[in-house]
């Protein structure tokens, strides 16, 4: 191999990154493109430009070409890098090109490398008010954003809630609903909002106020000035509003706010508890929040405590719990069609709601900085002592959660549709029972450093990490992540699917020994991955050499129950039998009908998603690395 072209992973592991990264902020998170620029400046630059302006920072690289898992470092000449400059700058100070102008000479670097030339470019996440960032003058069509397949183009609906979030006051949920009156306010509700807001304040003046002065008061009520128009507001519906009210056809006829807990090892029991709109309470925002929380609180322990004769019967960690809780109410973008998902599993809470950070990630985590959504609903959970109005409550979040020794929360962003994912893990730095089953993988993990105990605790946990993923957790440096993680490959401590920058880690039990130091995993024996048995064959390969998994169900006999040449109707039919009780991964599909995962991936499953023939089991995380598929109830009853 050329000293020019290095594999992705030697790349990550290459001193180039940090060259690349010299001179920028420290600290941040981005997303790294490559391009060649050898015929000339790129036609797609302004393309990834928009696209990490509108997601996350990005660099854009001048000089390296990416193919298939290896970077070529090309380089570029002396002219072609004062060409490319002046043309850049040219067409970054130019509306016709781009919209907005969001760097600096500092962002815009020349470096040296191996004795070849590269042009560094980053892109910053635009602010709030300077998006959406977009090619030409006209944002439809020509805006874009990023994910892990790469730069996409935004839809008209995604561009005009970008465009709704610029606003330099964000007012959202302060708009007043024509043909609303007080009527839609369920008087349960209100009255207990009131008993809750004169314990958190008792002596207020608002405490003598009727009720719609009070809400007023509040903002749940509005009078324009200009329009004459008067209301119940949006934030005063969705806190206070009858069910039928807020779900009206026009305006949110798709709001659901639902909780499960998933505590049960029984993969058969989907939840062990689920509150959600049925029609036997009035599913508003506060009385969601007053059925969801005690589920939620009662899971964290709750010392004996006093202060000043008085019990205290909540820990820091019940403030970040609570304020993670209320965030996702008060940052959720009512106009989109996806529910808040509020999930309680043995070993973490999960926050899920529609809509985009209009922060970026260093802001989110330095905390600080507040840029919510609906002021109104923020205020009134702030005025009963839910919420915090300084920052967006992130601060807390950490603090409270790092007081119980619980491994950091973390936020995910995702696209196709606009979500934020906010994760709270309820596992310490290394619990003893993650101990144990270490050892019963690894015959001594003594010699191990306590980073390199937490990636195989977290492949135990979360089935896999990328280091993207160990970002959030190590506090180590990119790089040296991606030598740590080479160096537990090599050790064979863990394994990886070679994908590139966004290569999996998964625990490697080809490794297993005992106590004796025999190795357990025979062609004989069976080996435990994850949550299946998958049984070796001696002197024999799979139907596949890339998968080594059968579901425990269905018998590996059953590979050759299935012809070669189906019609589309049959293999779908066969899908759904092996996914009739249980999820199964597209690998496991693949092999047990013999047909390539990417035909499996790309032609089969996206059309059966369509058709509500299959479910995913992580419907809100397109890309989760355990993303599996399950026959839904409708066509599992047909078979």
């Known amino acids: 191999m050329s000293d020019t072209q290095l594999q992705l992973f030697e790349f990550y592991d290459d001193p180039l990154l940090r060259i690349i990264e010299n001179g920028f902020p420290e600290n941040e998170f981005y997303d790294l493109e490559y391009k060649s620029a050898q015929g000339g400046f790129p ?10 302006a509108n997601t996350n920072t990005g660099i854009i690289v001048l000089g390296i070409s990416e193919k298939k898992g290896k ?65 030409t003058k006209n944002p439809f069509g020509n805006t874009y954003k990023r994910n892990h397949e790469g730069d996409y183009r935004c839809t008209d609906d995604e561009v005009k809630r970008m465009i709704a979030d610029s606003s330099a006051e964000l007012k959202r949920d302060s708009y007043i609903l024509e043909h609303y009156t007080l009527d839609d306010i369920d008087k349960g509700t209100l009255a207990k909002y009131r008993q809750l807001f004169s314990i958190s304040k008792s002596g207020h003046p608002w405490n003598a106020l009727n009720d719609s002065d009070f809400l007023i008061k509040l903002g749940a009520y ?11 507001t949006l934030a005063g519906l ?41 029609g036997t309470w009035e599913s508003n925002l506060l009385q969601f929040y007053l059925r969801v929380w005690p589920k939620l609180s009662s899971t964290l322990p709750v010392p004996f405590n006093m ?10 960690a019940h ?33 899920s709601n529609p809509g985009t950070m209009l922060v970026s990630l260093e802001q989110y985590y330095a905390g600080g900085k507040s840029e919510c959504r609906n002021p109104s609903l923020q205020k009134m959970f702030m005025m009963i002592g839910r919420a915090e109005k300084a920052g967006s409550g992130v601060d807390k979040i950490l603090t409270g959660w790092n007081d119980a020794h619980w491994r950091r929360p973390f936020v ?19 619990p003893e029972d993650m101990t144990t089953q270490l050892n019963d993988i690894f015959e001594d993990i003594s010699n191990l450093t306590s980073d390199e105990l937490t990636v195989l605790y977290y492949c135990l946990v979360e089935g896999s990490v990328t280091n993207h993923r160990l970002q959030y957790v190590l506090d180590m440096h990119r790089t040296d992540i991606t030598e740590l993680l080479k160096r537990m490959c090599n050790s064979g401590y863990l394994a990886s699917d070679n994908n590139g920058r966004w290569t999996l880690y998964t625990i490697n039990d080809k490794r297993k020994v005992d106590t004796s130091g025999r190795k357990v995993a025979t062609s004989k024996s069976k080996v435990d991955t994850s949550d299946r048995k998958v049984a070796t064959l001696e002197d024999s390969n799979l139907a596949t050499s890339k998968s080594k998994v059968a579901t425990s169900d269905i018998n590996l006999a059953t590979l050759s129950k299935f012809p070669k040449r189906m019609k589309s109707s049959d293999l779908e039919r066969n899908i759904m039998m092996i996914c009739k009780d249980k999820y ?24 059966m998603l369509k058709d509500k023939k299959l479910e995913k089991k992580y419907p809100y995380t397109i890309n989760h690395p355990q993303q599996a598929y399950k026959t839904t109830d409708e066509y599992a009853e047909q078979l």
Request: proline share 5%; aromatic share 10%.
């Open 319 to 351: 403030e970040a719990l609570r304020e993670a809780f209320v965030n996702a109410l008060i940052h959720t973008d009512y106009s989109l069609d996806g529910n808040i998902i509020i999930e309680q599993d043995a070993d973490r809470f999960v926050f």
């Open 412 to 430: 995910q962003q995702q696209q196709k549709p606009d979500r934020v994912e906010l994760t709270m893990p309820l596992f310490s730095v290394l």
């Open 71 to 135: 970077i070529s470092i090309d380089g570029l000449n002396e002219e072609q890098i004062v060409a490319y400059q002046k043309q850049f700058w040219d067409d970054c100070n130019n509306p016709n090109t781009i919209s907005a102008n969001l760097l600096t000479k500092n962002d815009v670097r020349e470096i040296i490398y191996k004795e070849k030339k590269l042009l560094v470019i980053r892109v910053p996440f635009a602010e709030r008010t300077k998006r959406p960032v977009h090619l």
């Open 43 to 52: 036609k797609e630059m302004w393309k990834t430009y928009s696209a990490f």
């Open 307 to 316: 202060d000043k004769d008085q019990r205290i019967d909540e820990t820091p």
């Open 584 to 607: 199964c991964q597209k690998e496991e599909i693949a092999t047990l009908l013999g047909r390539s995962e990417d035909y499996i991936r790309n032609k089969i499953l996206p059309t």
């Open 238 to 278: 969705l806190m206070f509003g009858k069910e039928d009210s807020i779900q009206e056809h026009e305006l949110l006829p798709n709001f659901f706010p639902e909780f499960r807990e998933k505590l049960s090892k029984d993969k058969a029991i989907r939840w062990t508890d689920r509150i959600y709109p049925d």
């Open 222 to 232: 509005r009078k324009d000035r200009t329009t004459k128009q008067e209301g119940i």
